[in-house]
Each structure stands twice: as structure tokens, then as C-alpha cells.
């Protein structure tokens, strides 16, 4: 019998778990408080703050030498959710053994199948809301997403009859597109630390390394050279794109964002900047008619701090075309970085143009979050389905 997590059981503002006994007695501690000692394999816990991430651990203990232990992080299951984000309500139990690496999530309403990615490579499509991987390394960390998409109808957001129809209208103007303008996606994204690290005993643990500086960038742009104007009757026949690919240090962009906070200076100052690039029109032979650049306005940050050691923000962004009549390209992220190493980030964005966002820990390199390709300008539209996505960590 493997030392593994048989079932976890999620109720409102309670949460119990049960593991293979396979003998000797139990250490449970949740966020490094010890909480359990005994030989009866299961805990219950109805302690929780709402929202947040907690870390449990399970030790296996046989003549006072601990010799297996299993990392178990989770959230508390709450009735009322979060409509303007159904990723940031819903329940994601990571857990990880010697033997495994298991990921279990809420069910979304009217989603029928998920994605399972492995660090960027297609691992299976699964019917039911876990996934369970054996196939890891204890010296190897792994990045894990799960996407899935449903149609509008099936959000129960409201008015998405009207929104629907309007979606479909929308498809029948631009049959070339393959993937229908009415499908909601959502990506959800766990990073997952070295396993020979998650695992060790408690009493071996080292201090988790804190995290001084933490940086993100949040950047829009436009991969083509030229980008048609999907209005026939404007003189502004072409606009110039940013002629480019995914490049977190990329010179030319649509927008950008720069977010860097500081727990190592006095009162943690958190530093926002915000860029916006040119808008150049063209005739139909491509030559230059004019020039302008979009207000700064529509891009807006406000500070949250939860507690000590705990502090984000909420980024809006709605910023349009000030050369044509057109809606604008809007997206909405709330993040949280934890002095401990911690981060959970979430949010929602229209399907065009390019996004991309980054963060650096400390000195490090700029690494991946998000990086989605546009599905056309003509995407920009009220009637469009969102994109939803969060990305946290286990480390």
C-alpha cells in the first residue's frame, strides 16, 4: 500500500482529509503549526482564512524517525462565488507524494472535459475535475494547467441569452474564425516546486527563503506587421503592428505595465509604471496618414495590502484605438505576492490583441506566466467571451 491521500472532502468552512494507513503514527501540520499526533489516518480542519491558499503536511513516523511525508495545499469550499471570477472561488487541492503528483479542482458549470498540460506539453484530457501523475522526478520542478472552455449560455452570467445571440451574429460575419466567439475559456496554472524540497520533514526544513523584490510586467501587442482595419470604410485602411513575438523585454507594444514591490524598504513601497505605444495609421497602399497615442487613463492600479508580508493589487486596463471607433482592449488582474515566496494571481482578459505577463523573484530572470495569442482585432468586442485565468504556487 502506497503512503498516499485517499479522499479530501471539501464542505462548507470545513475540510477533511483521509491517507492509506500504512502504519507507525501521524504528524499533521497546516502552515507549519503542528496540529495532530496520533495513529488514526484522517484530520478535519474548519480553521481557514477565506481565499487564501493553505499548506498541509503529513508525517509518517516509525521509532521516532520520520520516513515518508506527503504536502497537501488547499482552499476552503465556499458557497458563494466569485461572478465576476469563477477561477478565483473555485476549490485547487495540489497534492504530492513520493508516488504522485495529484491535482483535484472544483467542477465548472457546463465544462465537459479539461486540458492537462506538463510544463507547456499536452499530458490528457480527463472528464472528471482531478488528474493524477506518476510519472516525476523528485529532482524536477513542473508547471501544470488545466484549461477547458464552455459556451455563454452555459455561464448563468447574466443576460447571456442577449449575449449569446449576439455572439452568434458575430460568427456568422466572420466564418473563417475556427473556435466560436461565444466559448468562455479558462486556464488554471500551478507551479510546482522541486519534489526533494516539498518533501522533507519539518525538523529539515530550511527557513523558506524570503522574497524581497518581487517584479511583473503585463504587456498587449500586435504580432503582425500590419493589421488590417476591420472597418471597410475608413481611410485608415491599415494600422502598424509591433512585428514581433513573445519577448518579455520586447521594444515595441500596444501596452505595457511594470509593477515591482519592495519588501526590503521602509513601509514596502510598491512602484507602478505604465506605457502605452503609438498608433500609426496607413492608406491602402500602406503609406503614412497620421499618428496618435491612447490616454494613459485607461489604466489603473489600486494597491491591497491582506496582512503583513501580503500585499498586491488590482490592475484594470481598457484602452482603445484613438485613431477609429472601436472598443477597447480591456483586461483585469488581481494579484497577491507573499514575502515568503508565495503568489496568487488571477484574472480575465478579451481574446485580442497578443498578451503577455511575466515575474522575477529577487535578481532572477523574467519567467512566463501567461503568454496568448490573439485571435484577431475583430475580437474586440463586448460581445466576446472572456478569457479567465489564475496561476499560483506550491513551492
Known amino acids: 500500500m502506497l503512503f498516499e491521500i485517499k479522499e479530501v472532502k471539501h464542505e462548507q468552512e470545513l475540510l477533511s482529509f483521509l491517507w492509506n494507513d500504512v502504519g507507525g503514527f501521524y504528524n499533521v501540520y497546516k502552515d507549519g503549526q503542528h496540529l495532530y499526533e496520533g495513529t488514526v489516518p484522517e484530520f478535519q480542519d474548519d480553521q481557514f482564512i477565506r481565499g487564501k491558499f493553505h499548506e498541509y503536511m503529513?508525517?509518517?513516523?516509525?521509532?521516532?524517525?520520520?520516513?515518508?511525508?506527503?504536502?497537501?495545499?488547499?482552499?476552503?469550499?465556499?458557497?458563494?462565488?466569485?461572478?465576476?471570477?469563477?477561477?478565483?472561488?473555485?476549490?485547487?487541492?495540489?497534492?504530492?507524494?513520493?508516488?504522485?503528483?495529484?491535482?483535484?479542482?472544483?467542477?465548472?458549470?457546463?465544462?465537459?472535459?479539461?486540458?492537462?498540460?506538463?510544463?507547456?506539453?499536452?499530458?490528457?484530457?480527463?472528464?472528471?475535475?482531478r488528474f493524477i501523475d506518476r510519472d516525476i522526478k523528485n529532482d524536477s520542478t513542473y508547471v501544470?494547467?488545466?484549461?477547458?472552455?464552455?459556451?455563454?449560455?452555459?455561464?448563468?452570467?447574466?443576460?447571456?441569452?442577449?449575449?449569446?445571440?449576439l455572439s452568434s451574429m458575430f460568427d456568422r460575419l466572420n466564418p473563417v474564425r475556427q473556435q466560436s466567439s461565444g466559448r468562455e475559456t479558462f486556464t488554471n496554472i500551478k507551479w510546482i516546486g522541486r519534489l526533494d524540497h516539498l518533501l522533507l520533514p519539518m525538523?529539515?526544513?530550511?527557513?523558506?527563503?524570503?522574497?524581497?523584490?518581487?517584479?511583473?510586467?503585463?504587456?498587449?501587442?500586435?504580432?503582425?506587421?500590419?493589421?488590417?482595419?476591420?472597418?471597410?470604410?475608413?481611410?485608415?485602411?491599415f494600422f502598424k503592428g509591433d512585428h514581433r513575438s513573445f519577448d518579455p523585454n520586447g521594444e515595441t507594444f500596444r501596452t505595457r505595465v511594470d509593477v515591482e514591490l519592495a519588501y526590503d524598504l521602509a513601509r514596502d513601497p510598491l512602484v507602478f509604471s505604465k506605457k502605452i505605444g503609438p498608433s500609426m495609421a496607413y492608406s491602402r497602399r500602406k503609406i503614412f496618414r497620421k499618428q496618435a497615442t491612447a490616454s494613459l487613463e485607461g489604466i489603473q492600479l489600486k494597491r491591497i495590502d491582506r496582512q503583513r508580508g501580503e500585499s498586491g493589487f488590482l490592475l484594470t486596463h481598457a484602452v482603445g484605438n484613438p485613431l477609429t471607433t472601436a472598443p477597447d482592449m480591456d483586461y483585469k488582474v488581481n494579484a497577491t505576492f507573499h514575502r515568503n515566496g508565495m503568489f496568487d494571481l488571477y484574472g480575465r482578459f478579451d481574446p485580442a490583441p497578443h498578451h503577455e505577463l511575466y515575474i522575477a523573484r529577487g535578481e532572477e530572470e523574467w519567467q512566463p506566466v501567461m503568454q496568448v495569442r490573439s485571435r484577431g482585432i475583430a475580437f474586440l468586442s463586448n460581445v466576446i467571451a472572456c478569457h479567465y485565468w489564475r496561476c499560483s504556487n506550491f513551492e
Open 203 to 237: 525538523n529539515e526544513r530550511l527557513s523558506r527563503k524570503k522574497i524581497e523584490r518581487w517584479k511583473f510586467r503585463y504587456t498587449t501587442f500586435l504580432a503582425d506587421q500590419w493589421v488590417k482595419n476591420p472597418n471597410p470604410l475608413s481611410l485608415n485602411h
Open 144 to 165: 501544470y494547467t488545466i484549461r477547458c472552455t464552455r459556451t455563454i449560455r452555459d455561464s448563468k452570467e447574466k443576460l447571456n441569452v442577449t449575449k449569446t445571440l
Open 58 to 129: 503529513i508525517e509518517r513516523v516509525v521509532r521516532n524517525e520520520v520516513i515518508d511525508v506527503i504536502v497537501m495545499q488547499t482552499s476552503a469550499f465556499h458557497y458563494e462565488k466569485n461572478s465576476d471570477h469563477p477561477l478565483q472561488s473555485l476549490v485547487l487541492t495540489t497534492i504530492v507524494a513520493k508516488t504522485q503528483i495529484a491535482l483535484s479542482w472544483e467542477h465548472i458549470y457546463g465544462i465537459h472535459e479539461y486540458e492537462i498540460y506538463r510544463d507547456g506539453k499536452l499530458k490528457g484530457r480527463v472528464k472528471t475535475n
